[in-house]
């Protein structure tokens, strides 16, 4: 099984949320999908155009769940 770890931020000038690649970088340093078999971390990118089982998925599913974040504060919900 594995855990795939993402920053969402808020910023007050913008009035949007993201996810905050920076800060993930920085507290991922080894990556964000934590494998429990093997008890290591991962990078979603392998290299050579290859990527983490469902790492692609998964990172399109916060990417939209993001989004939908945003248009729900501009209909202020």
Request: proline content about 3%; charged content about 25%; hydrophobic content about 25%.
């Amino acid at each position: 099984m594995t855990t795939h770890s993402f920053i969402i931020t808020y910023d007050t000038t913008t009035n949007e949320w993201y996810v905050d690649n920076g800060d993930m970088e920085y507290k991922y340093p080894d990556g964000n999908i934590w494998d429990t078999e093997t008890e290591t971390w991962n990078h979603e990118y392998l290299g050579d155009g290859k990527y983490y089982p469902m790492a692609e998925q998964v990172s399109e599913t916060i990417t939209n769940a993001v989004e939908k974040l945003n248009e729900q504060m501009v209909e202020g919900k």
